[in-house]
């Protein structure tokens, strides 16, 4: 009887302390360098994907000082807010909504969960995530995580660093990628509790908006984009962490942001 | 003896769940915006204090298209690399160490010691943290934790919306502000096992030097700097853990950064 007892109460002891050390150990694992920790943003060079426009690049970093590699010493750079993997602040679209300073790490850290739709978008480049791709995901996965932020990825990502296939404009000069559809928008915004969303390419509206309907939904309910986000397939559906740090302009509309997912 | 035997065990089971409950809480705080995080980092505009020069400020932030509000709908920015809450990366001042772009979260994330030298710096502008302060500290709160980001406290973010005294140049055009020693660089790096460091003013090496001889040794050892630090004074001296974020720019000597702390 006191063996069966021992044995219960060690057996107990052993798996609270097991479950919970996983726990203790991933706070302290995030800062002692040993957590798996993906980086989900481009980074940012005088070859870096633009939205096609007359001027050209409006990206220039410029070396100012080298050492004798030619490595910099000092360099500088201008940059339009919304270029590279960057923040849509809510105010972009919406008036009165939170310019990007105006986010706090309450708004910027959250679960990440991942709808994958590029099979889909391979065969049609104008395709639209659908309410139904959301619910489906959600039959699989569960319910949306409270505050989750949600990433889309189309799989235009792998295009980056191939400028044509990235914007894929047709004769007409109209880009070709997928997007959110403003009821899968609607979705979220009404019947799910959201921090945010992101996607792989250049807009969370599809290459061929002209209205932009869904920024405004979205940034309208008072919630941010990222757009040109990388990385994505890397990530599981669910069960990654991000955190997102966009940097810090009075009164931006968005800016470059660093974007770290902490994965199991 | 059962009964002793027994709460000997229910206590141990206790204090075990009890710790490591809390250690789980803390993850999961972090990422669902309960955790207490506070932003290092100043905002970016077109008053932001600079290196003093010929050339006037640096930073220039444009609005392109504007609500009826005046909110900017669309933006542009031009700047150095090394200007506001910045990272210098370990190229900065050493040839074939990280570029900014290089550094990984294992790099970034890590825990905060804080240096509070600000009663000494206000007496004395010129003041340079020395070793002892260092021993100090240590003898106070333990040795430096290994991996730390060693935050020296100046007093002189409090100055930030007042150029003049941040910069607080004399006749002469010399600056007046603290920094580091090198003693205290060589100590940090030769017997401390550190990340990187940061200093809540213009640069790691004092306003009267000419040599940089501090960023070199630093650098030259793989460490960042971060400069113009914000809200250092909010820290406790430990305890808290810090998520560094610079913008992620291809060969970058540095880049603004975004740097939350999370504290208990």
Redesign the interface.
């Known amino acids: 009887m ?1 063996t069966l ?2 044995t219960t ?2 057996c ?2 052993s798996i ?2 097991t ?3 996983n ?2 150990d ?3 694992r ?6 798996r ?1 993906i ?1 989900l ?5 005088n070859s870096s994907p633009y939205w096609p426009s007359l001027d050209g690049n ?1 990206f220039k ?1 410029e070396i ?1 000082a080298a ?3 030619g ?12 270029f590279g ?1 960057h923040m849509d602040a809510p ?3 919406a ?2 909504q939170a ?1 990007v ?1 105006q986010l ?4 910027l ?3 990440a969960a991942v709808v994958d739709i590029s099979a889909k978008c391979e065969s049609e480049p104008d395709y639209l995530l659908s309410k139904n791709d959301l619910l489906e995901w959600e039959e699989q996965y569960g319910k949306l995580p ?2 989750a932020i949600v990433l889309m990825y189309s799989g235009w990502s792998k295009k980056w660093t191939d400028y044509e296939a990235y914007k894929n404009q047709d004769e007409m000069n109209r880009m070709h990628f997928p997007g959110f559809s403003a009821e899968a928008a609607h979705f979220l915004v009404n019947e799910r509790n959201i921090r945010g969303i992101g996607i792989d390419n250049f807009s969370i509206d599809y290459g061929l908006s002209t209205d932009f309907a869904v920024h405004k939904i979205f940034n309208g309910a008072g919630k941010y984009h990222l757009e040109n986000v990388a990385n994505v397939h890397l990530l599981p559906a669910i069960g990654a ?3 997102v ?9 968005g800016g ?1 942001v ?1 974007i ?1 997912a902490v994965v199991p």
Chains 1, 2 share one sequence.
């Open positions: 006191r007892f021992f109460v060690v107990l002891f609270g302390c479950n919970s050390g726990e203790n991933r706070f302290a995030l800062f002692s360098g040993e957590a920790v980086d943003t481009h980074s940012l060079n409006p970093h100012i050492h004798p590699s490595a910099a010493i000092l360099a500088a750079y201008s940059t339009p807010e919304h993997t105010i972009h679209s008036d009165g310019t300073d706090q790490a309450a708004d850290f959250g679960p409270d505050g962490y991000l955190i740090a966009p940097i810090k302009i009075d009164g931006g509309s470059q660093r770290f």
